[in-house]
C-alpha cells in the first residue's frame, strides 16, 4: 500500500455558501486521512468560515466546523490530533462570509 502525503488548498474561499469551494475529493482506489486543517484570515475584520464533509457512499453532507468566528490577520488550526477518513469520492468543501478573505491549507495522507 502506497503512502502519499498531500496538502490541499484554496486560496480566497468563496463567499458562497449556495456554491462552496472544494478543498479535496479523495481519489479513486483510495483512502485519505485528514491530518489537520489550518484557515487563515487574510483581513484585519473578524470572518466566520465553514467546511462541511460529503460522505458520498452515505449520500450526506455534514459541517465539520460550522460558522466560525476566526480574528482578524490569524489562523486557526482545527482537525489537528483527530483522524477523519474519506473514502474514494468524499469531499471537503468550504466557505466564507466575505470572498477572498480566507485561505485553507489541509494536510492529507493517501493510502493507495
Known amino acids: 500500500m502506497a503512502e502519499t502525503f ?7 474561499v468563496s ?12 481519489p479513486g482506489s483510495t483512502t485519505s486521512i485528514i ?3 489550518a484557515i487563515a ?23 465539520m466546523l460550522g460558522d466560525v468566528g476566526i480574528p482578524g490577520n490569524t489562523t486557526l488550526e482545527v482537525l489537528a490530533g483527530q483522524k477523519y477518513i474519506l473514502e474514494t469520492g468524499d469531499i471537503l468543501k468550504a ?5 477572498s ?7 492529507i495522507l493517501e493510502l493507495s
Open 6 to 12: 498531500k496538502n490541499a488548498i484554496i486560496a480566497d
Open 15 to 26: 463567499g458562497d455558501s449556495a456554491s462552496p469551494d472544494t478543498l479535496y475529493t479523495a
Open 35 to 37: 491530518l489537520g486543517v
Open 41 to 63: 484570515n487574510k483581513t484585519s475584520n473578524s470572518r466566520n468560515c465553514t467546511l462541511t464533509f460529503t460522505d458520498t457512499s452515505a449520500g450526506s453532507t455534514t459541517e
Open 95 to 99: 466557505y466564507s462570509d466575505a470572498d
Open 101 to 107: 478573505s480566507i485561505d485553507i491549507t489541509a494536510g
